[in-house]
């Protein structure tokens, strides 16, 4: 117990101490997602015209890599905000607590759609979630059921119907929120189309999920790095090759690239928004409310962000390829960023 009150106590002096000194840094610093990079630095570029001071810094740094800056302390020199393109996991959000990063306010703000794009010049290609597990899990079932080594080398491989070219798939690092997005949105959903996979997680859950989780290693997927434009260049590059990456990027460059139908469904505003298409996501930020009130225009940089200029149907950043919330659930992001609500670990899992 006296642990536990000293620990309290050199966190309150640590508060308190960031109180009185943090004014000496005049800009906010964000760190996060490549994904929402994008929507963040349109924000901090408004703000920054619209309120004299300087304009916030945009670190694109992947989900994952975001969530451990912003969970290691609050204080003058750690980031003030996270982008995320998934939900804070409960364990990132425990980790915050542990040091000392209360008072977490998460804000929504809107939805996009993880693509799988292809260059314009490339042969047109349609898409289940089934075959895209097929084509990247490291393991596959046979025809008897068992798990085998991925033996799929074309497109024609996984299925009779689709291409005979090369398999080949540049996307994300483990460190991103896409990432992970697609592997729940894409590479479970796909695992549970096939029957013994489907029985394998009703007998042993911890050994499907190992199932789904896990990318083959021998050159058909490629890790890309934390930079979607990379992928972009490298599919104008290569026409055979696809990529994976969230719907502005595929949006901000349609006259290079189009976006591959998944069960027969296009990855288009109306589409994503409407929840007809299957790799939707939702989009975050999370700010500290410790560092509101004590590092200049943060409180000012989240009313900006949750503006109608900004998330409206027709905002800024609906010309960025940010799908818009529909009005019931801004109305709560508003509401939440207003009073800075914190979020509570009883939410998360």
Not at 238 to 251: D, H
Not at 314 to 343: F, H, N, R
Request: hydrophobic content about 35%; charged content about 30%.
């Amino acid at each position: 117990m006296n642990k536990s009150i000293t620990r309290t106590a050199v966190l309150a002096v640590a508060v308190s101490s960031f109180a009185g000194v943090a004014a000496a840094r005049d800009q906010i610093r964000i760190v996060g997602s490549s994904t929402v990079y994008t929507f963040t630095t349109a924000v901090a570029e408004q703000f920054g015209k619209a309120n004299g001071g300087k304009t916030p810094i945009v670190e694109s740094t992947g989900t994952g890599g975001g969530m451990k800056i912003f969970c290691e302390g609050v204080g003058e020199n750690k980031a003030d905000a996270t982008n995320a393109s998934r939900r804070i996991k409960k364990s990132e959000f425990e980790m915050c607590e542990k040091n000392g990063v209360k008072d977490i306010v998460e804000i929504k703000v809107g939805i996009d759609g993880l693509t799988i794009a292809q260059s314009k010049q490339g042969s047109a290609i349609k898409l289940t979630r089934k075959q895209v597990f097929q084509a990247l899990a490291e393991q596959v079932p046979d025809k008897d059921g068992k798990l085998i080594a991925n033996p799929n080398k074309t497109w024609s491989d996984v299925d009779p119907s689709l291409p005979n070219i090369k398999i080949e798939i540049l996307g994300p690092p483990p460190t991103s929120g896409t990432r992970d997005s697609f592997h729940e949105l894409f590479m479970e959903k796909g695992a549970e189309e096939l029957d013994s996979l489907k029985a394998l997680k009703k007998d042993d859950a911890k050994a499907f999920e190992k199932v789904w989780k896990s990318i083959r290693k021998d050159g058909a997927y490629v890790e890309a790095g934390e930079n979607d434009n990379v992928i972009v260049q490298k599919l104008e590059a290569n026409k055979n090759a696809l990529g994976i990456f969230g719907f502005s990027f595929l949006e901000e460059n349609a006259a290079k690239l189009k976006g591959a139908p998944i069960e027969g469904v296009e990855p288009t505003y109306d589409n994503i928004s409407s929840g007809k298409y299957k790799g939707a996501r939702d989009l975050y930020i999370y700010i500290k409310k410790a560092h509101i009130g004590v590092i200049p225009g943060l409180d000012k940089f989240v009313a900006e962000y949750v503006s109608d200029k900004a998330l409206g149907t027709d905002g800024y950043l609906a010309d960025k390829g940010l799908v818009a919330l529909p009005k019931e659930a801004l109305d709560k992001v508003k509401k939440t960023a207003s009073g800075m609500e914190p979020l509570t670990g009883d939410d998360l899992h």
